[in-house]
Structure formats: C-alpha cells, structure tokens
C-alpha cells in the first residue's frame, strides 16, 4: 500500500484519540486543484504546551489493525474498516519529513494492539527513541500507551516523551467488562500509578541533582519522564447505566491532594454495592491492601471478615472503606511499615469519605478505631468513651468501636475482645 494512502487511514483512524483542542469549522474541499488552503483531510492536529502555546502535531495510528473487540471503537478487530500499517521506520520518516517542512512540531501516536499489548507498546516506544536517539528530535512526543503494557516499556516510552496517556475508556470497569472485555480497569490504573511514579522519581532526582551542583532543577542534569505530564479520555454514555460510586472511584484513582499518593502504589477506594445498609470505616489501607487496590484484605481484614460472619454479616452486602484512601508506610528494609496518620492527610481525603457517604446514604456508619472517629466526628476521639452507643451524625447513626488490627495486637483477653467486637458490629447490623 502507498504510504500516502497509509496516512489517509491512520490520520483518520486517529481522530477519536484526545491530544488535542478542537474547534468546528465548514469542510472545505481543495481536492483537485479547487483554490487552496482546505481544512478537510486529517493528519494534522493541535496540543497547547505547558506555556500555553499551541503546537502543531502529526497524529497518527502506527496501525488500525486490532485484536481487541471494544464495542464503541470502530477498530475493533470485527469492524469492517480499511486496515493499514505503518512500519516503525515509516512514522519516523514522515515525522522528520513533515518537521523539516514546518507543518507540525511533534508526533501524536497510539495503536491499535497487534500481536500483544507488550509488542505493540515496544514498537511505539521505537518510534519516540529512533527520534529521539538516531535523530536527535527535539520536538514533541505524545505516546498513547497500551494497557497492560509492561513496566519497562512504560519507563522507556517515559523517558522519549513529553506526553504519556492512557484511556480509561469507560467509567465502570462493569460498563468495561460488558463492552472492552480485554481491558480491565485495575491494570489501567496501575499503569497509570506507574506513570505518575516516575515522574515523581525523576523530579526527585532532579531537586538532589539541584542540591548537588546548586544548579537550577531545570538545568540539573538528571533524566527526564514525560515532563508535560499524563492525560486521559474516557467515553460518557456507552454504557447502559453509570455507577457513581465507580466513577468517583476513578476520579479518587487520579487524587494528589497530599503527599501520600506518590509512595503509594495506587489508591484504595471503598468497596460496596451503592445502596448498602451499613458502611464501615477504617483508617488507611495496609500494605496488602495497597498492593491489591481493595480495603482489608490484609491480616486485619482477615479479622474482619471473622468477626462479620461471627455477627452474621455477608460482607457483599456492607461498603467498606478507609478514611483515607493510599497507604502511609515507612519503609524498613525490604518491609514497608504503617506509620501514623496526620491530621493534614485525613483532611485532605475527607471529601472522598464524605462523597462516599452521600452516594452510598447508609443508615448507620460505623468507625473502626480512633482515627475513623475522628476524621468523621471532626474531633479527637476517645474510642473506649464512644463505644457501645448511637451517636446522632448528620442524619444517620455513628456507632464508634476498635479497630480490628487493635485486635491483632492484643493478647490475653483476645478472646474476650473479639466477643465485644463482634458485639458492637450486631447491634449496627440489627438498626
Ligand atoms: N486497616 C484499615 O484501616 N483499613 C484497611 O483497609 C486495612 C487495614
């Protein structure tokens, strides 16, 4: 196939994909010879950089070819479109091409996923360095990366790019798994935690770098990862109906609004069905939690679960959740240990807990320890003094008990607590 027919299908197949602003405009024709200056035909689009400019890029679709069958994309593998390829030498071709002419700036460049997410990411990663480390680029790079694509190639296509992205595609991963059923929310947003890792590393690197040679961050020789950042797109309305629990679940997974969002592997959010009776609130999620994405299931999580089905309640039918949402840890060695929650940390999770709370409109809340209580109570709380009676909290009732990894720790009278514990969970459940 001729290459100019090539980037006939790859710019158009490119349009569903945000690197840009756009504004409307009439088509009009040039084709033919017809007057000049057509604003018809596609391959070249806009993306404004951090100083507010407007940068003009080569946006393209290494290949339309796709093994995936995402229903609202019209590359999925069983859709009837043209297919093209381009080869990774052909992209940097006509990106050094088109530069040299002045028509763009950079290169905008996702894929359709051919063979596996690893090979199709590795050949776009080829592209940005061939420009990069053959051509010496020095325009901008935006790559759209593949979900579940590997860590390294992540950290390769970080550090030949300005731009990285990854499309949550839908807002629910159940509206995923009904209509992209090769995707899967958690891998997407772990890769997007990888993201924002190593930006955070490299700017870290960057200020020791500055500390060192005392010069400025920006000048500080240390490696670079994507210095304009990572975007997203998601469609609105494919799906038959909205979770909103999920979708604030995926605008919590983007939250930077303290600093324990950079040493964590990703944000634990709360679990639950969206109408449930009793929702119970712990204090941060643990190591396991951390690595898993989800609240206790971990060792104190464990204890829960225990002390539920000692009280006869089905977990399913609970939302479980953490005052705040990524885990504080200390690292030890090849351990990572819980450390201490500030008062700045809950307070800036506090508006999730509280939408949580206005989603879910639980009759009854129930803190697990101190912290729980006092992040929901707005106060310092004494758990021995609140426990074992209703408290009237906006509307609901707030019952106060221990935290089940207060019960891990405690020794002789395990028993005797684990009893209490149970206890105070049947009263909630029986409101
Ligand atoms: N402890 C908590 O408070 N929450 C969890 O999710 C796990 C342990």
């Not at 700017?203 to 000048?219: F, G, L, V």
């Not at 944000?267 to 009793?278: D, N």
């Not at 697990?368 to 992040?375: M, N, P």
Request: hydrophobic share 40%; with cysteine; net charge positive.
């Amino acid at each position: 196939m001729e290459l100019l027919k090539k980037l006939e299908i790859l710019a158009d197949a490119a349009k569903y994909d945000a690197s840009c602003s756009s504004s409307g405009t009439t088509r009009r024709s040039s084709v033919g010879g017809r007057g000049m200056g057509s604003s018809e035909g596609s391959g070249i689009c806009h993306a404004y950089a951090p100083d507010g400019r407007c940068i003009s890029l080569l946006k393209i679709l290494l290949t339309n070819f796709c093994i995936y069958e995402c229903s609202y994309c019209i590359n999925r593998n069983s859709s009837n479109v043209q297919r093209a390829r381009f080869t990774t030498k052909e992209v940097v071709d006509l990106t050094l091409d088109f530069y040299k002419r002045n028509y763009i700036e950079g290169l905008f460049l996702s894929s359709g996923v051919i063979q596996s997410p690893d090979y199709t990411m590795a050949q776009l990663v080829e592209v940005a360095r061939s420009l990069r480390v053959d051509h010496d680029f020095r325009g901008y790079i935006h790559l759209k990366t593949i979900p579940d694509a590997g860590g390294q190639l992540l950290a390769d296509a970080g550090r030949f790019a300005d731009r990285l992205s990854i499309n949550i595609e839908l807002p629910t991963q159940v509206a995923l798994a009904d209509l992209a059923p090769e995707k899967d929310h958690r891998t997407i947003k772990l890769s997007m935690a990888r993201i924002r890792a190593g930006r955070d590393e490299v700017a870290e690197q960057r200020r020791q770098a500055k500390r060192i040679t005392n010069a400025s961050p920006r000048r500080a020789a240390a490696p670079r990862f994507a210095p304009a950042g990572q975007s997203t797109q998601m469609i609105i309305g494919a799906e038959p109906s909205t979770d909103a629990l999920e979708q604030l679940s995926l605008r919590a997974a983007m939250c930077c609004g303290c600093p324990l969002y950079g040493p964590a592997t990703q944000t634990v959010f709360g679990e639950g069905p969206q109408k449930a009776r009793l929702m119970l609130v712990g204090e941060q999620p643990g190591d396991a939690e951390d690595l898993a994405g989800r609240p206790f299931v971990g060792p104190a999580g464990q204890l829960l679960d225990r002390a539920l089905n000692a009280a006869g309640l089905d977990r399913s039918q609970l939302y479980l959740t953490n005052a705040v949402k990524h885990f504080k840890f200390e690292p030890r060695g090849k351990q990572r240990l819980h450390a201490k929650l500030d008062y700045h940390e809950v307070a800036a999770c506090r508006p999730w807990l509280d939408a949580e709370i206005m989603r879910v409109a639980p009759d009854v809340v129930m803190a697990l320890g101190g912290t729980a209580a006092s992040a929901l109570l707005e106060r310092r709380v004494a758990v021995t003094r609140e426990r074992g009676r209703a408290i009237a909290w906006k509307g609901r009732q707030l019952w106060v008990t221990v935290h089940p990894s207060f019960l891990l720790r405690s020794d002789a009278t395990a028993g005797q607590s684990f009893d209490r514990f149970v206890a105070d969970l049947r009263i909630a459940a029986a409101i």
